[in-house]
């Protein structure tokens, strides 16, 4: 759902133009030094990038899905790094808040985290609880006013930046499965709390990823995710369930820029006396992969449609992520290979692409999780 077209418009016009004339040319200097310069996580606050999906009550812009997915359309074009700094506050380090939080949660946490005052951070993931997410070993013992976490979380992104982390534990071990599990929301600073070190990453550099580990961490009892133990995994599922849907969009914003830097590049490379781009071999790289963006464009789209009527997209979601990542992958490969040898060195930005994009069919639930959501959901009735 689009509220109002003009104002949509000039978002998107003005992130188009934020992506490209300031973005881009700063990739090169974010992939070398690891890490965003502080006058781009500036400018990031002043357009409201950290609060888009925030309501306009706690200071965000409150887009519609359909608004996020064609704003992640343009963020996506440029290194992913950039997305993922301003990405867990409008997804999963601050939707469990906003979805199932107390008005108070909300109030505390929200403002902060849509003027980027504050960067949040979602820990679910455990060294021996990836996938199977319900399975997962953090503990949470009430004592009191507090609760006491102990655990480790991995893969944690923006925990070296987060400010607070919606933390996933287990609060009645006699329940082994996902109804044991609550939601907390932890600041970084509190006692018991450390990360690990830096991960080393196949790509996304300036992107950061670590262990967050809880010794005897102990927790306010108000922070427990809407005073209700027990929910944690369910709220963990219904943020995943959005975060996908945005995940997908920033896939197909990524497949857009690669096809781009493959076209230009066709079309100036000469061999055989004509530019590559006549050879029909190379034509049917390029149509196939424009034609796959139109689908996952249409398909994202519509799921994000679906779910601003308030209907259930646990499954259009799966499918979203699931193709568009997948079809992003796809559009890399034939990228670097319209590129040919230049492909495989880092003058050209699709090496570093080809990089960074293959984290997209892994986080947020990898293409098998999403298949296994999908065809569980047929199993019970979906519509086909
Ligand atoms: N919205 C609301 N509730 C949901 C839900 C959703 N999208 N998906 C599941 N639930 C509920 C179920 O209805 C069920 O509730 P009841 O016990 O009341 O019936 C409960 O949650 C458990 O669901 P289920 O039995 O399907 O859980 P499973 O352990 O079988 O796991 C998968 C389901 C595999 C889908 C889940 O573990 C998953 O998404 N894994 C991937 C995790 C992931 O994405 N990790 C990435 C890290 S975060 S960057």
New binding site residues.
């Given amino acids: 759902m689009i509220r109002d077209s003009e104002t949509q418009t000039l978002l998107e016009d003005g992130v188009r133009r934020f992506v490209q004339e300031v973005l881009v040319p700063r990739e090169e200097e974010v992939a070398e030094t690891d890490r965003i310069p502080a006058d781009i996580v500036g400018q990031m606050k002043e357009l409201g990038l950290f609060g888009l999906s925030l309501p306009e009550e706690y200071g965000g812009l409150g887009v519609t899905m359909e608004e996020e997915v064609r704003i992640a359309f343009e963020l996506g074009q440029t290194s992913p790094a950039f997305r993922s700094l301003i990405g867990t506050n409008n997804g999963?380090g601050a939707m469990g808040i906003y979805l199932d939080g107390t008005d108070a949660q909300k109030q505390a946490y929200l403002p902060r985290l849509a003027s980027g005052e504050l960067i949040g951070s979602?820990a679910?993931?455990e060294p021996e609880a990836?996938?199977?997410?319900?399975s997962l070993r953090t503990t949470a013992v009430r004592e009191g006013d507090f609760y006491i976490l102990n655990g480790t979380k991995r893969f944690i992104?923006n925990a070296p930046e987060a400010g607070i982390f919606t933390v996933m534990a287990r609060t009645d071990p006699a329940v082994k499965?996902?109804?044991g599990i609550s939601a907390f929301i932890v600041e970084a600073d509190s006692p018991g709390l450390s990360l690990g070190k830096t991960d080393k990453k196949m790509g996304q550099k300036g992107a950061h990823t670590s262990d967050v580990i809880f010794e005897n961490c102990k927790v306010p009892a108000a922070n427990l995710i809407g005073n209700r133990e027990g929910v944690g995994?369910?709220t963990a599922?219904?943020v995943?369930?959005k975060g996908r849907l945005h995940i997908a969009a920033v896939a197909i914003g990524a497949a857009k820029r690669m096809l781009r830097d493959a076209l230009d590049y066709a079309m100036n490379r000469k061999q055989f006396g004509s530019a590559i781009s006549d050879f029909q071999l190379v034509q049917g790289m390029l149509a196939d992969s424009k034609t796959e963006l139109y689908a996952a464009e249409c398909m994202v789209i519509d799921a994000a449609r679906k779910r601003d009527e308030g209907r259930d997209v646990?499954i259009e979601a799966s499918c979203a992520k699931y193709f568009s990542t997948e079809m992003c992958g796809r559009v890399a490969d034939r990228a670097v290979q319209i590129h040919g040898g230049a492909g495989y060195v880092s003058e050209y930005a699709i090496e570093r692409f080809y990089r960074d994009v293959r984290l997209f069919r892994l986080?947020?639930?990898t293409s098998q999780?999403q298949q296994?959501?999908i065809a569980?959901g047929l199993t019970k009735g979906a519509s086909i």
């Fill in positions: 999963i979602f679910l993931t990836g996938s199977d997410a319900a992104t499965g996902a109804g995994f369910k599922m219904k995943l369930d646990s986080y947020e639930g999780i296994v959501i569980r």
